[in-house]
């Protein structure tokens, strides 16, 4: 039998680096020597002396910073950062500027391997034996070692000074000289250094002349300031060219890009304003055109000004990337902005040799071999940074990906000064259509469930933007699923996202916390702690994220606990474990609003919702007291008054909520000079009256001053929950039709997504009609994904 050729590549994913490991293990591969396989095996030996001689004198010593995360830096702290935001570099400088020297080393072997061999390099690199790690060193031909997670950081808008020994010379090309490439030195001073971002320092200042003679170039050039100057515009001068050695840059683009100087505006902008004349189009050039060519077409240029003008127009400055972080800005119209200059960012798409190769990175690589991926997160890191990993390691295979800028805040979005009404859905979309069948796992947050709620499957989210939702209210909390790419579908459509811990660890598991008197903070401390590793937090899990706007501690407790009294304990204790979990992790920024969402019960001759929420109050107040008895390891009470927002859920009509709870409310203790807390209805439906009328209500409640605390309501439910039967199929406002768009493989249990169909209210209108007119969207049926059907399902129903 004929050897099996070592290029067939199976799997786009594993079996490329399976490959890449069978061709360098003793008796791999086809057994035949290869002379391109033995002239990569050269260039990696040239590089393995130089690996400990350069990162034991130029690499700070790393210790793992928190659990699960190997390789993460801990000697760099956080003031060593720098504070900007903004994607430094475009698609070229990506490619080949953040990883600097590795780039001479990666084109020489590309330039001999096929690109899914270049794809294995994404895993670490592996010399005969020795594995370097990434987050140790990556070495390439030159000898120069940069540390992979700073890079990436890089990526993220961030920038770390270099880590040189006292005793070190600083590089300079002053002191190398102009012209040649030198193979050990850290820095280049030749004319190709912009190219692959590792120019020293002084290049500019002391090179250029030289470089514009040899490319006939008559643009003057801004000279670099010493080391010790501040980094300023001032300094820099006012360039047409990005600078890769800059820490901030100070041309038309860097507001786009989130990397000004400080004084960019005061410098720069007024010097363009003096200077502007309506002769010079053909002499602009751009940061994307310097590291793409030396030289642009009038029409291009006139393109590019054009784009300039746009953003301008837009308003889209220096204060429009204010408050962000990661990536690229968010707005609430146009949800990504990209890079106006085509092919500068994509995401990869479902099916492609990108998106399969970065699906198995996340999904099995980083389990199986958590060092090849350093500085990215298992479960918590987004498919954009593992996208970004692949293309800065092989740009041929993964284009750069359009990366999301995330908004940055200190207070609870909720306690602010909330700006629009809440239009919220519950959202609980079983997939079952018959009685008596039984979930396997009813959290549908997972990147499997996006069978429904993603562009890919059925398009829920999308449906529910269109029909002018801007919250969902989910249920199930799976603790061994991530939740990152379902907070990212929801924030690139901005929609807000109000969890719930699990029923799990209170009256279900293996030892619930109503074996032990309702003291729940053990159980509660493992789940959550679980979930903000596992999506709920960002940037190395110290902020969440800004789709997620509150955690509901329990739904309807007064319902659930038995006996009643015991509800306080159970509530605090559990908040306790909240905040212990945030502080083990420190988890500071983008703060979320807890609540515990009550029935609309009324016990004694307390009004409905609200007794329950003055007794919870008055137990935060002196939790050691009965009958909570519990000594909290936390400051609960302060939590209360800086991130509490109460809720409620309800089927009455509007008029009756507004009689029985709102009313009262606005006179309570929670909405006076003591405090303000505001409140949201976390379900809302009343099946006895026509929802055409009724829904209208509440919306304009959250807009009326009469209820200044009212935030608006979430309607219950999406679809209807068939499984339960009952009163409970009268809720919800799509049913299942007879058409099965895809089979769903989830917790071992094929599920048959079908498609949707309008349900009535009592009255015969469709309610999602009704729905999307008292959000603002009008009266009419929102458009359904209707095929294609599949003609055979394996999934129940």
Request: net charge negative; with cysteine.
């Amino acid at each position: 039998m004929a050897p099996e050729d070592p290029w067939v590549i199976k799997d786009a994913g594993k079996d490329i680096v399976e490959e890449r490991q069978r061709s360098h293990a003793p008796g791999g591969g086809s057994g035949v020597p290869d002379p391109q396989r033995e002239e990569e095996r050269i260039l990696q030996l040239k590089a393995v002396p130089l690996q400990q001689e350069v990162q034991e004198a130029r690499l700070p010593e790393r210790t793992p910073r928190g659990p699960g995360k190997p390789g993460t830096d801990s000697s760099v702290s956080d003031s060593e950062l720098s504070s900007g935001t903004g994607m430094r570099h475009e698609a070229r400088e990506l490619g080949t500027g953040i990883w600097n020297r590795c780039s001479v080393w990666r084109e020489q072997t590309q330039r001999k391997m096929p690109h899914y061999w270049a794809l294995a390099l994404a895993a670490p690199l592996v010399l005969l034996g020795h594995t370097v790690r990434a987050e140790d060193c990556v070495v390439d031909a030159t000898g120069e070692c940069e540390d992979a997670e700073l890079s990436l950081r890089q990526l993220r808008g961030e920038r770390l000074s270099r880590h040189l020994g006292e005793d070190q010379a600083a590089p300079t090309c002053a002191a190398y000289g102009c012209g040649e490439f030198v193979r050990n030195h850290p820095c280049q001073c030749t004319p190709q250094c912009k190219k692959f971002g590792n120019c020293c320092p002084d290049y500019q200042a002391t090179c250029v002349k030289k470089e514009d003679a040899a490319l006939g170039s008559d643009v003057d050039s801004p000279t670099v300031p010493e080391e010790d100057a501040a980094p300023s515009c001032a300094s820099f001068g006012c360039s047409e060219k990005y600078v890769a050695n800059h820490p901030c840059q100070c041309t038309a683009k860097c507001a786009k890009f989130g990397n000004c100087c400080s004084d960019f505006k005061a410098v720069c902008l007024a010097k363009e304003e003096a200077s502007e004349a309506p002769a010079a189009p053909a002499t602009t050039t751009t940061e994307a055109e310097v590291t793409t060519t030396s030289s642009t077409t009038a029409e291009e240029t006139a393109a590019e000004e054009e784009d300039v003008t746009a953003e301008d127009a837009t308003g889209e400055t220096d204060d429009a990337w204010k408050g962000t972080v990661d990536g690229i800005l968010h707005l609430d119209d146009d949800w990504i902005k990209q890079d106006k200059v085509a092919g500068e960012c994509a995401t990869a798409k479902r099916g492609d040799e990108c998106f399969i190769a970065v699906n198995w990175a996340m999904s099995d690589g980083i389990y199986e071999h958590p060092e090849w991926w350093p500085e990215l997160q298992a479960g918590a890191s987004s498919f954009e940074e593992f996208q970004a990993h692949q293309h800065l390691m092989n740009a041929t295979l993964c284009p750069q990906p359009c990366m999301v800028r995330y908004q940055q805040y200190l207070v609870p979005t909720y306690r602010s000064q909330h700006q629009y009404p809440m239009k919220g859905v519950s959202y609980g979309a079983s997939p079952l259509k018959n009685t008596g069948v039984l979930l396997t796992d009813d959290d549908f947050m997972t990147d499997i469930t996006g069978a429904m709620w993603d562009s890919w499957g059925r398009g829920d989210l999308d449906l529910l933007k269109s029909m002018g939702v801007n919250t969902l209210r989910m249920y199930g909390n799976d603790l061994n699923y991530s939740h990152r790419s379902f907070l990212d579908g929801a924030y690139k459509r901005d929609m807000d996202i109000i969890v719930g811990l699990s029923d799990w660890g209170f009256i279900q598991g293996p030892d619930p916390c109503d074996r032990n008197g309702y003291e729940c903070f053990s159980q509660v401390y493992e789940a959550y702690k679980n979930n903000l590793l596992k999506g709920f937090t960002i940037r190395n899990y110290t902020m969440y994220h800004p789709a997620l706007k509150a955690l509901i501690i329990s739904n309807e407790p007064d319902l659930k606990v038995h006996p009643r009294t015991s509800v306080c304990r159970a509530m605090i204790s559990s908040l306790d474990a909240i905040l212990q979990a945030e502080k083990d992790l420190n988890v500071t920024e983008n703060p979320i609003a807890f609540t515990v969402t009550f029935s609309f019960a009324a016990f004694g001759k307390n009004p409905p919702g609200l007794g329950q929420m003055q007794e919870l109050y008055h137990c935060l107040e002196h939790p050691e007291a009965p009958p909570t008895n519990y000594k909290p390891k936390n400051d609960v009470l302060t939590a209360f008054h800086q991130r509490w927002v109460h809720s409620f859920n309800t089927a009455a009509p509007g008029h009756v909520v507004e009689e029985l709870f709102l009313d009262k409310y606005k006179k309570s203790i929670f909405w006076s000079e003591k405090m303000k807390i505001p409140l949201f209805i976390g379900e809302y439906h009343s099946v006895h009256v026509g929802a055409k009328d009724d829904l209208p209500i509440l919306v304009g409640d959250a807009l009326s001053p009469t209820y200044p605390f009212f935030l608006g309501y979430n309607f219950f439910e999406f679809s209807v929950r068939y499984d339960k039967g009952g009163s409970e199929k009268k809720f919800g406002m799509f049913g299942y039709g007879d058409c099965p768009l895809l089979d769903m493989n989830y917790s071992g249990q094929v599920y048959t997504i079908w498609d949707l169909v309008p349900a009535p209210d009592k009255y015969g209108y469709p309610l999602s009609v009704a729905l999307s007119a008292a959000y603002g969207k009008g009266s009419k049926l929102p458009t359904l994904r209707k095929s294609p059907c599949m003609e055979a399902t394996l999934g129940v129903s």
